[in-house]
């Protein structure tokens, strides 16, 4: 049997705080198409949590919350700037171009995965002629595809920057709790305080079964997004299947334990792995992902003990990521098999 406990945060089962909440939902008739109580205290807890009055919308999955998300800031003739390993452009299938109708992902430079505000006025700068799409939004990943996490005072400066330049300002949080877990600070300090227009909040790699939340912090920006997630087959007539785990997870702070949880079983693993010979690290472990580089015959005996990981995009490597359910034993379960295939 193929050992899948790092190969990603998906693979893992329902948190027990999401489960709770999704059966509790399951117990009558209700209102469908998001107009039962479940949605309701969803959407409240969101709103109690970031401590604004904000538009929320769930949809089932990451690629539809980033795709509508930056559809809804931009018209086809205008553009977007993204790192170039970002989840946008490396792993939605041009989801983004499709439902925007073909508005251009600008790729920028970065280390360690993350997008900074020179990047930003270079693409922005770089043509202003009528033959250019016209930049219009600005895209982080949070925590980064590379398991780095944005600083509070890189965050607040990328949203100086897009307000100096007038663009929109998108946060694809798939792994958003486990970016708070590691800096320490509240969700409003890391989004709307810092100019974050508009986050793709997720749910399934926290712990749920299944759905994201699409946050507006911008009114003006949410406009008809109800029809956006309609026309695209992402108004789930259950709704309260995809709000009531929220109502769990965010209960006494489970998320941010959870990812509290998930990003110290990474450090373990990142720092044993970094202290073996001929084993390196790729990025900062910061969040729950860690990259490291490692000889080919590590790789194969991992492979050999059935344990699933993927090699990262674009630079090779491999890939583990940890998740609430990350155990110590499996960590130590993993390291001892490097070990033996060194």
């Not at 219009?136 to 330049?165: D, H, K, N, P, W």
Request: glycine fraction near 8%; charged fraction near 20%; charge should be negative.
């Amino acid at each position: 049997m193929q050992k899948t406990a790092f190969a990603s945060d998906n693979t893992s089962g329902i948190c027990p705080e999401a489960l709770e909440s999704f059966i509790a939902a399951n117990t009558s008739n209700m209102a469908s198409y998001g107009n039962d109580e479940w949605t309701r205290r969803a959407c409240d807890a969101i709103r109690d949590l970031f401590q604004t009055d904000c538009d929320v919308f769930f949809v089932f999955n990451g690629t539809a919350a980033n795709s509508l998300a930056l559809a809804s800031l931009c018209q086809s003739y205008h553009s977007i700037v993204c790192h170039k390993l970002s989840h946008v452009e490396t792993d939605e299938c041009g989801g983004p171009e499709f439902f925007s109708n073909g508005t251009k992902l600008l790729l920028a430079e970065g280390e360690d995965g993350k997008l900074d505000a020179r990047e930003i006025a270079r693409l922005v700068a770089a043509r202003t002629d009528i033959h250019y799409p016209k930049p219009r939004a600005v895209t982080i990943t949070q925590s980064t595809e590379v398991g780095t996490v944005y600083s509070l005072a890189e965050v607040q400066a990328i949203g100086a920057a897009c307000r100096e330049m007038g663009l929109a300002f998108h946060m694809d949080g798939a792994r958003f709790a486990n970016a708070v877990a590691h800096l320490g600070v509240s969700p409003a300090e890391l989004t709307w305080q810092a100019g974050v227009d508009v986050l793709s909040f997720g749910g399934t790699k926290m712990g749920m079964p299944v759905g994201e939340a699409v946050v507006f912090f911008n009114h003006e920006l949410a406009q008809d997004f109800a029809y956006r997630c309609k026309q695209a087959g992402q108004l789930a007539s259950k709704m309260r299947f995809l709000a009531a785990p929220w109502v769990g997870m965010l209960h006494d702070n489970a998320w941010t334990r959870r990812a509290a949880h998930a990003n110290a079983m990474a450090t373990r693993l990142s720092e044993a792995l970094a202290a073996l010979p001929g084993v390196s690290l790729m990025f900062p472990t910061q969040a729950n992902a860690v990259f490291v580089n490692l000889p080919a015959s590590a790789a194969q005996a991992l492979k050999d003990n059935n344990w699933a990981f993927y090699s990262f995009i674009g630079a090779g490597g491999a890939r583990f990521v940890c998740s609430w359910a990350t155990t110590v034993e499996e960590v130590d379960a993993l390291i001892a098999d490097v070990k033996a295939g060194l």
